[in-house]
């Protein structure tokens, strides 16, 4: 849906494959772009499995809770920022600008339009910067035809999320309220990185994280 340093989409298979058959709430305490997430709730095999994603980031968090519930307002909100960055120049201020205001609070006086910049934050391409109205080009949004279909599934995955739990926690408080024997969390917790232009949070404490879910009784897969 966004794109997303870290993205789990091709192990997706082999995950789902270690997901035992008794399992009735699988849950994600690392949303991130909640490819895995995805996968299960598209595999008939799972089919009445209760499906939960978090995320201490704000601004993940509020994507995916917009996309569920604001579905045809966030598609809309997508297009009028498409339609005014039209130029190079246009492109390069608006993302060196709006990369730093996701994090401020208050800045972003609408929801949707707040989710709206992330989304096009995040097909934003440090490679280049023209956005073509037609074809594919290497640059900026790269792939302008990738971009309208992204766009366009912004209502195919509402409605597959429609029924998910979408939290803002963090992963103690997450496993903490659901851990049982019939629970399944899917730990992909964020990596270590410093890029000065990221829209995503880096870092986290993995010694602590660690020596928590060793000493947890909850049954989890850790990537």
């Known amino acids: 849906m966004y794109r997303y340093r870290g993205s789990k989409a091709t192990l997706s298979p082999a995950t789902l494959a270690l997901i035992s058959a008794d399992t009735r709430h699988y849950i994600e ?12 709730i598209s595999d008939s095999r799972f089919n009445g499995l209760s499906v939960t994603i978090s995320d201490t ?80 080009h ?9 971009l309208k279909d992204a766009i366009r599934r ?28 019939y629970a399944t969390f899917y730990l992909d917790p964020p990596y270590q990185f410093k890029y000065t232009d990221s829209i995503y949070w880096g870092g986290m404490d993995h010694i602590a994280f660690l020596n928590f879910i060793s000493q947890t009784d909850a049954r989890w897969i850790l990537t």
């Open 29 to 40: 305490p690392f949303a991130g772009s909640t490819r895995t997430a995805k996968a299960i």
């Open 57 to 136: 980031d704000y601004v993940i968090f509020l994507f995916w809770k917009i996309l569920r519930d604001e579905p045809k307002h966030l598609q809309s909100a997508i297009w009028d920022l498409v339609n005014k960055l039209l130029l190079p120049e246009q492109q390069r201020v608006w993302y060196r600008r709006t990369r730093v205001r996701l994090r401020v609070t208050g800045a972003f006086s609408c929801p949707i339009r707040r989710s709206a910049a992330f989304f096009m934050c995040s097909h934003y391409s440090r490679n280049g910067v023209a956005l073509p109205r037609e074809g594919f």
């Open 138 to 146: 290497s640059g900026g949004w790269s792939d302008f035809a990738h």
């Open 154 to 181: 912004v209502g195919e995955w509402s409605e597959l999320f429609s029924n998910v739990e979408i939290l803002h926690s963090d992963y103690r408080s997450v496993i903490n309220r659901y851990a049982s024997p």
